[in-house]
């Protein structure tokens, strides 16, 4: 009896739902920060690049802290005791959450203040910080006072007629004790420090902080009052938002007041300089009804990434700054970009290669007199977006132009109202999408009229039409102009502007119509085949429990499966009886891994798709994504070889992800090449810019069905 017939689910299926089976998600999330930080803390990293791993940890920290402590803290606030696949409660997550933070932050305080600190001071960039000044940079500073942040401060007193105030999410702020008799009411104060004055000042031989310049000064804002000591101090808010869009009479007014409510949210995190024990740390965290744990003690500066924006803006800093990575255009494309589609379809990898394309795409059919319709989804834009203005002016020049723009993008949610009431007052038609549902997926369609008839030319993509982001985020772009894609493209936009469902999808799998159900049906076809069965999936995230069962029963039957995870991962690999065939690798580089890419080898047809959404909860049930098929043989293969190949070898850049839920780098035995998966793709690209050299298939065996062990545990999987 072969393979194909004789699976079925094995003894021990329970195991399956065995909540020590999975990874909790939030501390998995901390896990990937702390890859981010080891980043941050390798030597052999260049000093720009160690300072940008750091102010990235800073501003994730801000988010998780803002989105998911939240949540978990909104749980226990209201008595909530739903747990995961994991059975961890909401109290027993945050807990762990909180001594994990802790030590993270604490290891993160002593890589800047002990390492990144003094090496930027070497490399001419000295930042004083703390109480020595040399009398100079005191004069100067004095000077800077006096002129320029005097007028602009607001002292705050505190007491009862004067109650504490209500602070900006993630504003940096001063907090002072006056030395006023007992019982006296009047005890502290607090001083914003202005958000619009540059973080960093420059002084005779280096920079001071803002903050410390106030600090220094602070007396002169409470003449009557003897200051006893002042520490900065930071809050973290809840920053979720809460909206009933059935009840929205207009989603974009409705969203545009809850936007500007959420800045109340409940605080949740106090970050300040102060010692262990100051009284202040005690009377803020009362205040602002936090309790002990959510309070961090830091020795170094806080709003990270603020003051390393800051300090890499000045011109000393300019020495420091690494040459900017310059993205290859294929050889391809250097003609006319539709004769090119009409062809045959182009596949681009960017950063390496350029974004340029996608923007000229919409550029010229905003100008172009043949083009009638141009229709794309808005999820990310960036500012002073080129492809905003790109449908701006087609709309202006009469074209039908419908833009969908996600609202809800969360921590995008103000500039995409700006973006959305600019659109429609250049003649855009904007919508919002599904109720319920965020619009996820990356699509772009241009209608064209060719000779006597249409033609309809589509770009779909696993990242955003964020042109800012394209250089820093590694993802893959398709250009097709093949009838049933662009079939598929035209219905889904009749779904999400009249809701109006197709019968049938030609090629597209479509969330939340049907896109995990083809999954899981795929996964189970490749366990069926036993182990003959492989499936290498690349993505951002891997948290939906069905799915990660119908992963383990696939490696019980016998199929080799690699996960290229860059973040979150709840499936234990290498766990001896469930996931022994499944290895877990993250790369963390330069730029961030978003492309989201799956492969089946269902019975040596080899099916290749790209998408917008990772196998999450959120993607299969509350969000309309989009997955595609790469059919072009050529494509296809460039995309198992070149890309999924060289990240399975990668052995510089990526971790192993252990049964007990650490990380640990790739070994290799002595003697073997070094392989920096994306130094390979850049060089790839620039090759490809001068020809349409073939892909190199140096890493094919990986995909050929060779087995690779997994990562083994040195002891019993823990939660």
């Known amino acids: 009896m072969d393979s194909a017939t004789s ?37 052999r990293v260049g000093l720009s690049e160690r300072l940008r791993f750091l102010a990235i940890l800073s501003a994730t920290l801000d988010e998780f802290f803002m989105i998911r402590v939240a949540g978990l803290k909104q749980q226990i606030s209201g008595r909530v005791e739903e747990t995961g696949p994991d059975a961890m409660t909401p109290a027993e997550q945050l807990g762990v959450v ?4 802790h030590a993270l932050i604490e290891r993160q305080d002593r890589v800047l203040l002990e390492e990144l600190l003094p090496a930027l001071e070497k490399a001419g960039m000295r930042l004083f910080h703390g109480g020595n000044w040399p009398a100079p940079a005191q004069a100067a500073a004095a000077e800077f006072f006096e002129r320029e942040v005097l007028p602009v401060l607001t002292p705050l007193a505190i007491d009862p007629g004067h109650p504490f105030p209500h602070l900006r999410n993630k504003s940096l702020n001063l907090a002072i004790s006056f030395a006023t008799p007992a019982g006296a009411r009047l005890r502290y104060g607090v001083v914003p420090v202005p958000s619009l004055l540059p973080r960093v ?15 220094r000064h602070v007396a002169r804002l409470f003449p009557e009052m003897p200051v006893q000591g002042c520490w900065a101090f930071r809050v973290t808010r809840n920053w979720d938002l809460t909206i009933d869009e059935e009840e929205a009479e207009d989603l974009l007014v409705t969203i545009e007041r809850e936007v500007r409510r959420r800045d109340r949210g409940s605080a ?50 300019k020495p420091l700054h690494e040459e900017a990575f310059a993205a290859a255009l294929p050889s391809a494309l250097q003609g006319d970009l539709l004769e ?96 319920g549902f965020k619009t996820h997926c990356k699509l772009a369609l241009v209608v064209r009229r060719e000779g006597s008839g249409i033609r309809r030319y589509l770009h779909l993509g696993t990242g955003n039409y964020n042109t800012s982001t394209a250089r820093t985020y590694s993802d893959l772009s398709l250009f097709t102009a093949r009838e049933d894609f662009v079939e598929d493209a035209t219905a889904l936009f009749n779904l999400l502007t009249g809701y109006s469902k197709p019968v049938r999808w030609r090629k597209f799998l479509v969330s939340p119509l049907g896109l995990k159900q083809s999954v899981l049906q795929m996964i189970e076809e490749e366990a069926r085949s036993g182990e003959q069965g492989r499936i290498i999936a690349k993505m951002n995230a891997l948290a939906d429990p069905e799915v990660i069962q119908a992963l383990y029963r696939a490696s019980r039957a016998g199929v080799q499966i690699d996960l290229l995870i860059r973040g979150v991962c ?5 766990v001896p009886g469930l996931s022994d065939r499944i290895r877990v690798t993250s790369v963390i580089d330069r730029f961030l891994e978003h492309a989201r890419v799956w492969h089946f080898h269902s019975r040596g047809e080899k099916k290749v798709f790209l998408a917008s959404g990772d196998w999450m909860p959120r993607n299969f049930l509350r969000r309309v994504d989009v997955a595609f098929p790469i059919e072009v043989p050529a494509l296809k293969e460039r995309i198992l070889t070149e890309i999924l190949g060289t990240m399975l070898a990668d052995n510089v850049k990526a971790r192993l992800l252990r049964p007990d839920g650490t990380y640990e780098r790739v070994r290799t035995a002595a003697g073997t090449p070094a392989v920096r998966s994306q130094d390979q793709f850049a060089a790839l690209a620039r090759r490809a810019a001068f020809a349409d050299a073939s892909r190199s298939p140096a890493v094919e065996p990986l995909l050929a069905g060779a087995r690779t062990a997994p990562a083994r545990s040195r002891g019993r999987p823990t939660r």
Request: hydrophobic residues 45%; proline residues 7%; negative net charge.
């Open 98 to 101: 909180s001594q994990r933070c």
């Open 268 to 317: 949740v995190r106090l970050q300040i300089n102060a010692a262990p024990g100051e009284p202040v740390t005690g009377f803020l965290s009362q205040s602002l009804k936090l309790g002990e744990a959510d309070v961090y003690l830091q020795k170094r500066p806080l709003a990270l990434s603020d003051l390393l924006a800051g300090i890499f803006a000045r011109p000393e800093a």
């Open 7 to 43: 699976f079925q689910p094995g003894p021990g299926e329970s195991a399956l739902a065995d909540p020590h089976s999975f990874i909790n998600r939030e501390l998995s999330n901390i896990a990937f920060l702390e890859r981010v930080l080891e980043e941050a803390s390798d030597p």
């Open 570 to 574: 709840c499936l234990r690999p290498g």
């Open 340 to 435: 090119t589609v009409r062809e045959r379809d182009v596949l681009l990898h960017h950063p390496y290669e350029s974004f340029e394309p996608v923007v000229s795409f919409l550029d010229s059919a905003a100008v172009d007199p043949d083009v009638l319709a141009i229709k794309m989804v808005l999820y990310r834009a960036g500012e002073g977006s080129p492809i905003v203005r790109a449908l701006q002016r087609a709309a202006e020049n009469g074209k039908q132009v419908t833009a969908l723009v996600e609202l809800k993008a969360r921590m995008d949610e103000e500039a995409n109202i700006l973006w959305a009431r600019e659109l429609e007052q250049a003649g855009v038609h904007v919508v919002y999408g599904l109720i």
């Open 201 to 215: 000042v420059p002084v005779p031989g280096g920079a001071v902080m803002l903050e410390d310049v106030i600090a």
